[in-house]
């Protein structure tokens, strides 16, 4: 019989392939890999995605060198592009057509990955024939080997946070979620932890992974989880933060973490955000209620947060009806040194942040239509600097280097993300999965 959460893993699964664009939370500048946000877990393998499913998050996410605390956290590029297209294939950067023979086999479609720390090799996760790591030479384009995670389940995110230490996080059949630590270079697993709740989010931190829990089948209060490298726990619960999954409705909330001062920002519909220091775990609750009515058994809401520098959080999302219609939740800032927030773009679903400029978009709520709010350009400080394609969907936006690829249903650009001006239009419209930098989180697939 299915389970709710297996129907809402269908319906994950569908609007992943029907289009719906993925954004998650950018990279800071620290020397430790980021990560995006996830939801949807899922135990079987996902269907290759079609032309608008170029699932291209806000989070394909690259380590870069440390920065002062008031500067964004933004992607860094990578040198090398790549594409899941059923195998991983290198693309040309000038084309973006695959490089004759530079091609490595997958054992199924891949949605997470993360690069070793000298970027000279990659894991991607794997469902076939269980919950792997499929660990790749970025020099040779030749698998090395597998790693198994677990006997069942999903394997769903994956975070390289040293040279010889891998962390995979694998969602179970009973909807728990498991991580794993393996060795990079043996790819045995040297420990495993069972955390007790359902995966709703997460990113890496300092050599380790945040995640936010939520009850088994309900809606309910949440729970922090830092895991260290050596598979330490620590926990701190989220009374105010409600999360879960009652079919036909899936409640997520958001996570942005300020690296610099070792704290992170959670954030849901109709809640106080909450500030926890990841030092001491200790939470506190700030009155501040953004937009937006809390979950329930009747309402859902997803939420993303984005750390921006400066105290600054960037949030999106959806506000979901149990009838199956949902209203974006616009993009609010909310400035954490005067606990005020600015709504900048009623129809936003989704941002990020490249090179000091807010990008702002929407793409429809899975089967809801075709209008999107093209995509708006904004300082970190809101004001607008740029708006281009009109009221078009936009199914992805990818930094290249200084500028982004922005994907749309009619048409694949770059531009330039200062300026909003278009450089290049692209003949191939048609794509995989593009891999730029770490996206060790699924993006997220209901919007």
Request: hydrophobic content about 40%; aromatic content about 6%; proline content about 7%.
């Amino acid at each position: 019989m299915e389970t709710p959460r297996g129907r809402r893993i269908t319906s994950a699964r569908r609007a992943k392939q029907d289009g719906a664009a993925s954004v998650a939370s950018e990279a800071p500048r620290d020397p430790e890999p980021t990560v995006t946000r996830i939801v949807g877990m899922s135990f079987t393998q996902p269907s290759r995605p079609r032309a608008l499913s170029i699932v291209l998050c806000c989070t394909l996410l690259l380590a870069a060198t440390a920065a002062d605390s008031q500067r964004p956290h933004e992607r860094a590029a990578s040198p090398r592009l790549y594409e899941i297209a059923g195998d991983f294939v290198r693309l040309d950067p000038e084309t973006l057509h695959p490089v004759r023979g530079q091609r490595a086999p997958l054992g199924s479609d891949s949605w997470a990955w993360s690069f070793a720390p000298g970027r000279d090799r990659i894991a991607l996760v794997s469902d076939s024939p269980g919950p792997e790591l499929r660990l790749i030479d970025l020099r040779t384009m030749r698998v090395i080997g597998d790693a198994r995670l677990a006997r069942r389940g999903s394997a769903w995110a994956t975070a390289w946070v040293s040279s010889r230490r891998l962390l995979g996080v694998v969602v179970t059949r009973a909807d728990d979620t498991l991580v794993a630590g393996v060795d990079s270079t043996t790819r045995r697993v040297v420990w495993r932890r069972t955390l007790g709740g359902s995966l709703r989010v997460g990113e890496a931190f300092h050599n380790g992974l945040v995640l936010i829990l939520g009850p088994h089948r309900d809606v309910g209060p949440s729970r922090l989880v830092r895991v260290t490298a050596g598979g330490g726990i620590r926990s701190a619960s989220l009374e105010g933060i409600r999360s879960g999954s009652v079919s036909p409705l899936d409640s997520r909330p958001g996570l942005a973490i300020d690296h610099s001062e070792a704290r992170a920002f959670v954030v849901q519909a109709g809640a106080p955000v909450a500030e926890v220091d990841l030092r001491t775990l200790q939470v506190h609750e700030h009155p501040l209620l953004l937009g937006g009515r809390a979950p329930d058994a009747t309402t859902g809401a997803t939420r993303d947060a984005l750390w921006l520098g400066k105290g600054l959080l960037a949030v999106t999302g959806w506000d979901i009806r149990s009838s199956g219609g949902a209203t974006p939740a616009g993009l609010t800032l909310v400035n954490t040194l005067t606990w005020s927030a600015r709504k900048i773009h009623r129809r936003a679903t989704h941002a990020m942040v490249w090179h000091y400029t807010l990008l702002a978009s929407s793409f429809p709520y899975p089967g809801r239509g075709t209008l999107g709010s093209g995509l708006t350009g904004y300082s970190l400080a809101g004001e607008r600097k740029f708006h281009r394609y009109g009221h078009e969907p936009v199914a992805g936006v990818q930094p290249l280097g200084s500028k982004v690829l922005v994907m749309t249903p009619r048409r694949t650009t770059l531009i330039d993300v200062r300026t909003g001006r278009e450089l290049r239009r692209y003949r191939r419209l048609r794509f995989g999965t593009p891999v730029v930098g770490d996206r060790s989180f699924p993006p997220t697939a209901d919007g």
